[in-house]
């Protein structure tokens, strides 16, 4: 009777484990102003992006977005993609990097305590953007907007002069071979454009290692960091 009374409690003490695991996965919440960043290896740029700019997580990011709500509450992603600065609904956005196992390719980045002040005249700015056309020659400060550059801008903008995001020298060459990769080559040419090597810019890997945010969860590994 005592052994089975023990086996009994430790199949309870199992299952409450089990629960409180489950319960603290599910407590991951977005908020207003946290950063998507996305894998996308969806298509040549995508693959393109990442060879230039690759990150040091599993991960190499080459697109990002920012996330907003609604005046219902419902959780909206403004970015800048191929038909312009634009909103997106969450379940679309995520959906849009599935991996194998049917995750999505996203890690979250949020705002170190001390610029999230900023958060919302940095949504109001990317409001008044919503429509502009998307930059696909990346260079800043035109009217047109890639998804790290609609970002940046968005905060850039602020009045309190706070940079958040730094603009660094451009690069469209292989790090192995020192050479203009021959994809660049060609967008570039066909665009009727010189490529815009060491001009300012940024990426989304960059933004995602900027010491003025935290990595706080990944849906691909459903895990906190």
């Not at 599993?58 to 219902?72: A, C, E, R, T």
């Not at 991996?99 to 949504?123: C, H, M, T, W, Y």
């Not at 690069?171 to 990769?181: C, I, P, V």
Request: net charge negative; aromatic share 12%; with cysteine.
């Amino acid at each position: 009777m005592f052994l089975l009374r023990l086996l009994i409690g430790f199949v309870i003490i199992t299952q409450f484990l089990a629960c409180d695991n489950l319960q603290k996965k599910s407590r991951f919440a977005l908020e207003k102003g946290d950063l998507l960043f996305q894998d996308l290896d969806a298509d040549s740029i995508s693959s393109a992006i990442e060879t230039v700019t690759g990150g040091a997580n599993k991960l190499s990011f080459s697109h990002v977005g920012i996330v907003d709500l609604n005046k219902n509450g419902d959780t909206l992603v403004l970015e800048a993609i191929s038909k312009g600065v634009c909103y997106t609904k969450l379940s679309s956005f995520l959906k849009r990097s599935l991996n194998k196992s049917g995750k999505p390719q996203v890690e979250v980045g949020r705002l170190n305590p001390e610029f999230k002040a900023l958060i919302d005249s940095a949504l109001l700015e990317g409001k008044e953007l919503i429509g502009k056309a998307y930059d696909d020659v990346y260079v800043i400060g035109d009217s047109n907007y890639y998804c790290s550059e609609l970002i940046y801008e968005m905060f850039a903008s602020n009045k309190d002069s706070i940079e958040v995001f730094k603009l660094n020298p451009m690069s469209f060459k292989d790090a192995q071979t020192g050479e203009y990769m021959p994809f660049w080559i060609d967008y570039y040419k066909k665009l009727g454009v010189e490529i815009p090597e060491g001009m300012p810019g940024l990426n989304p890997n960059g933004m995602s290692l900027s010491p003025n945010i935290e990595m706080v969860y990944s849906y691909h590994s459903e895990n906190k960091y």
